[in-house]
């Protein structure tokens, strides 16, 4: 099973909500998020959060939300920690999280350290906006050219990369932490493959 949820931060485009939501099986609005789908007419199977960021609260009795579950703004995870628990619960073994790169690093920081989590689950786990889409590192990636650059970030010493398809060829290329060695490598063709050693993200980017 598929599931979005949209977050709180920087607006993304109708298209690619439209492009993640309609191939989902669970969609949930968090918080500021839940504006979002209501103006664009998606219906959501949750509308979840403490609701801080919505300043129109009569947004929350839409027809397009099929139930409402308000958290305690007194909590001890963030409201897009809680979406992600209950795409879990709900056995969703892909989950797309749109919006949720924001203004405030510590949210987008925390985010993107939910992909690990995910990963340990077995579970497919993205961050995507406009100009961005973020996954853990798997031992085999295939990578599409939806994107113009592809990155590796290393999250340890010792990460090793191989790539088939992409105009840098690399074999067991070791990166370090803290270091920018595999920064905006790009496709030859339609697809390519990484291979990653370690814990690494990677980050599909356009300017």
């Known amino acids: 099973m598929k599931g979005t949820i ?3 931060g920087n607006l993304i485009d109708a298209s690619l909500l439209l492009k993640y939501t309609k191939k989902s099986d669970l969609i949930i609005g968090v918080d500021k998020g839940v504006e979002l789908l209501v103006n664009n007419n998606i219906s959501m199977d949750y509308a979840l959060g403490d609701f801080d960021s919505i300043i129109d609260k009569s947004l929350l009795k839409s027809k397009n939300i099929e139930k409402v579950l308000t958290l305690n703004p007194i909590k001890d995870v963030s409201d897009t920690h809680a979406a992600v628990e209950l795409a879990i619960e ?3 073994k892909i989950i797309y999280i749109l919006s949720g790169i924001g203004s405030r690093m510590d949210h987008t920081l ?7 989590r995910l990963y340990e689950l077995g579970i497919e786990g993205f961050i995507i906006d406009n100009n961005n ?3 853990y590192g798997k031992n085999v990636n295939e990578i599409d050219r939806e994107y113009d650059y592809v990155s590796v970030i ?4 010792g990460v090793k990369v191989t790539t088939e398809g992409f105009f840098y060829k690399t074999e067991q290329l070791n990166l370090e932490y803290s270091q920018s060695r595999f920064l905006s490598n790009v496709l030859n063709k339609g697809t390519g ?5 370690g814990s690494a993200l990677i980050i599909e980017s356009r300017d």
């Open 6 to 8: 949209v977050t709180g």
């Open 193 to 197: 493959l990484l291979e990653i050693e």
């Open 154 to 157: 290393p999250l340890e010493d």
């Open 90 to 92: 709900r056995k969703a």
């Open 110 to 116: 925390s985010n993107v350290s939910l992909l690990k």
């Open 133 to 135: 889409r973020i996954r």
